[in-house]
C-alpha cells in the first residue's frame, strides 16, 4: 500500500459491510473519503469473488506482444546452463541486447551463476529442516598451519617459502584438522582445532558436540556427513549411537552445504581476516570468533538475526 491509500483491505470490507448493510452506495464512498466509482468497482468484486476480490491484484499486462519468442528464451537458457556465459556474451552470440538477456535469466531464475551448480548447470535447490536438531551438518576442514616467525601473507611469498619447507628450507609447519557440527534449521556450530582425522577423533569430537548441543537444549535426531573414512568406520557408528546417520551423494558438497558454508564464513572472518603472527595467536581467536558466529553475527537466512536465536526464540544481540 502507498502511503496516501485510502483503502486497505480491511477498509474495502468495511465499505462493503455497510453497503450489504443497506446504506446507499455515494453516502458510504463519501463517508470514506474515495469516489463512488471506486465504490462501484470494490462493491462489484465483492459481489463476484467475494473476500478474495477485496486484495490487491498485480498491474501485470496479462499479454506482451513485444516479449522475447520462446525458442531465444531457450537458446539464452542452454548458453547459461552449458557454457555459463553473462548477458553480454550471450547477447552477442544471439544478436540480442544485453538487457534483453538479463530480463530473461531474472525471469528464468538463473541470472546468479551462485544459484547454480557449475558442473551441471541446474539451479540449487536450498532446503531447511523445521526445527533444531532435525539434522546437523558434520564435516572436517584441513588447514595449513601458521609456521614460526609468520606465515607468506605476514612475511612475504619468498620468506614464507624458506619457513614451510615448501621452498629451501626444511621447517614444515603441517595442518590443523577442523571439525565442526552445523545445526540446518539454526546454523548454530560447535568446532574444533584437532590434529588429525581419523575415526577415533571424528568420533571423540562427536561426542562432545553432541554433548554442547544438548546444553542449548538441542536434541539431534539425525546427522549428515560425507563418505570420509573416519564418518564410515564403526567408531563413528557406535558414537552415534540412536541418531541417524545420512552420507551426502558421492562428489556432490552441495549436499552438505550449510557446514559448507560455515567453512567459508570462517576462513574469511577468522583464518584469513588478519594476518597473524603464530598458529598460537590463531587458535586463540577462534573461540573468540565462534562466539561472535553464534551469538551477535546476523545471519541472511535467519532474516538478520544470530544462531541462537533461533534456538532460544529470542530477538539476539547482533552487531
Not at 555459463?84 to 535469466?105: E, F, M, Q
Request: contains cysteine.
Amino acid at each position: 500500500m502507498h502511503a496516501n491509500a485510502r483503502l486497505t483491505p480491511l477498509g474495502r470490507l468495511t465499505l462493503v459491510m455497510r453497503i450489504e448493510g443497506g446504506r446507499p452506495v455515494a453516502h458510504v464512498a463519501h463517508e470514506m473519503g474515495i469516489s463512488r466509482p471506486t465504490a462501484y468497482k470494490w462493491w462489484r468484486r465483492w459481489c463476484e469473488e467475494g473476500e478474495l476480490g477485496l486484495v490487491d491484484r498485480t498491474s501485470r499486462a496479462r499479454h506482451c506482444p513485444h516479449q522475447t519468442p520462446a525458442v531465444i528464451e531457450a537458446q539464452i537458457a542452454e548458453l547459461r546452463t552449458t557454457l555459463k556465459l553473462g548477458p553480454a556474451r550471450i547477447g552477442y552470440r544471439l544478436g540480442v541486447a544485453p538487457s534483453t538477456v538479463h530480463r530473461v535469466l531474472t525471469r528464468l531464475g538463473i541470472n546468479r551463476l551462485k544459484w547454480m551448480d557449475r558442473p551441471t548447470g541446474r539451479v540449487i535447490r536450498r532446503y531447511e529442516r523445521d526445527s533444531p536438531g532435525d539434522l546437523v551438518h558434520v564435516d572436517v576442514k584441513k588447514l595449513g598451519r601458521i609456521p614460526d616467525g609468520g606465515g607468506w601473507r605476514t612475511v612475504g611469498r619468498a620468506e614464507g617459502k624458506r619457513n614451510n619447507g615448501s621452498g629451501r628450507g626444511p621447517r614444515r609447519a603441517g595442518y590443523g584438522f577442523i571439525h565442526s557440527a552445523v545445526d540446518d534449521h539454526s546454523r548454530l556450530a560447535y568446532s574444533e582445532i584437532l590434529g588429525d582425522e581419523k575415526k577415533e577423533t571424528a568420533s571423540a569430537f562427536w561426542l562432545r558436540a553432541q554433548r554442547w548441543f544438548a546444553g542449548h537444549g538441542v536434541e539431534v535426531r539425525e546427522v549428515l556427513t560425507d563418505n570420509g573414512s573416519c564418518y564410515r568406520s564403526f567408531d563413528f557408528r557406535d558414537a552415534l549411537g540412536e541418531v541417524r546417520h545420512r552420507w551426502t551423494r558421492p562428489y556432490r558438497p552441495q549436499t552438505n552445504g550449510k557446514v559448507e558454508r560455515f567453512n567459508r564464513t570462517m576462513l574469511e572472518e577468522w583464518a584469513y581476516v588478519r594476518p597473524y603472527g603464530t598458529e598460537a595467536e590463531r587458535v586463540e581467536a577462534f573461540q573468540g570468533f565462534l562466539h561472535l558466529y553464534n551469538h551477535h553475527r546476523g545471519h541472511t537466512a535467519l532474516k538478520g538475526q544470530p544462531p541462537i536465536s533461533r534456538v532460544n526464540d529470542l530477538p539476539g544481540q547482533y552487531i
